[in-house]
């Protein structure tokens, strides 16, 4: 069965700090997504990478995987409020996993001035 | 192009009332989910269908929820009898294969 765990779940952080969320899982997978939600709205996309080594950014975050390790980073650098959310990584896709998306817990990150 | 719609937005009811909530994907997605989001926690998958065939509903209570798809577009989630502990959001996604899902704003349940 497919599990998802991030850490950290809870996240203070100070603007302009650097900081990185961790997802592992359990079993082969296709796909790591990324998304954002802010409270009281539903989940935007942030990024989906496809491959070992992938690395994707936007703006202050990026995001990276290693398949080997089945670990998926999310890096935030010079964090402003505005980031301020919870963040879900999702693992799934068609080739190990019948098109299951399966999410992690949530970090919800704090940017404190 | 349009999102992914569904509704109502919100809905209180009482404990061994019904409920259903409506979902319409974005046009030409064939694969839809259901999640369930308790508050804190990460979604849940419920359901997904492939056009409208069920793919996987190993998480669904089917002793009180069920879901359909018609014609592979609209789906409905209904919950009979409701429950305390299914007071949540219920979010409908859908996506194009291995394009990642989109969510749509969600319906936020509460049972009381």
């Known amino acids: 069965e497919l599990k998802v765990e991030q850490n950290p779940l809870f996240l203070s952080m100070q603007e302009g700090k650097n900081y990185t969320i961790y997802c592992n899982y359990s079993?082969?997978?296709?796909?790591l997504y990324w998304y954002r939600q802010d409270p009281g709205k539903s989940l935007e996309s942030l990024f989906v990478?496809?491959?070992?080594?992938a690395v994707k950014q936007e703006g202050r975050l990026m995001a990276s995987l290693d398949t080997k390790a089945r670990l998926s980073t999310l890096h935030i650098t010079a964090a402003v409020h505005d980031l301020s959310a919870t963040y879900f990584c999702?693992?799934?896709?068609?080739?190990?996993?019948?098109?299951?998306?399966?999410f992690g817990q949530g970090t919800e990150l704090s940017v404190k001035p | 192009e349009a999102g992914v719609a569904q509704s109502p937005r919100y809905k209180i009811i009482e404990k061994r009332q019904s409920v259903a909530f409506w979902c319409n994907p974005i046009?030409?997605?064939?694969?839809l989910y259901w999640y369930q989001q308790i508050l804190g926690q990460g979604p849940k998958l419920l359901i997904q269908f492939q056009n409208n065939g069920v793919v996987d509903d190993s998480q669904l209570p089917k002793d009180r929820f069920s879901a359909e798809r018609l014609k592979g577009v609209d789906s409905t989630l209904k919950i009979q009898p409701a429950k305390l502990e299914d007071s949540a959001v219920y979010l409908c996604?859908?996506?194009?294969?291995?394009?990642?899902?989109?969510f749509g704003q969600g319906t936020r349940l509460t049972v009381v």
């Open positions: 046009s030409g997605h064939a694969t």
């Open positions: 999702a693992v799934g896709g068609w080739e190990n996993q019948g098109g299951k998306l399966i």
């Open positions: 996604a859908s996506s194009l294969i291995d394009r990642g899902a989109f």
């Open positions: 079993t082969t997978s296709d796909r």
């Open positions: 990478l496809l491959s070992n080594g």
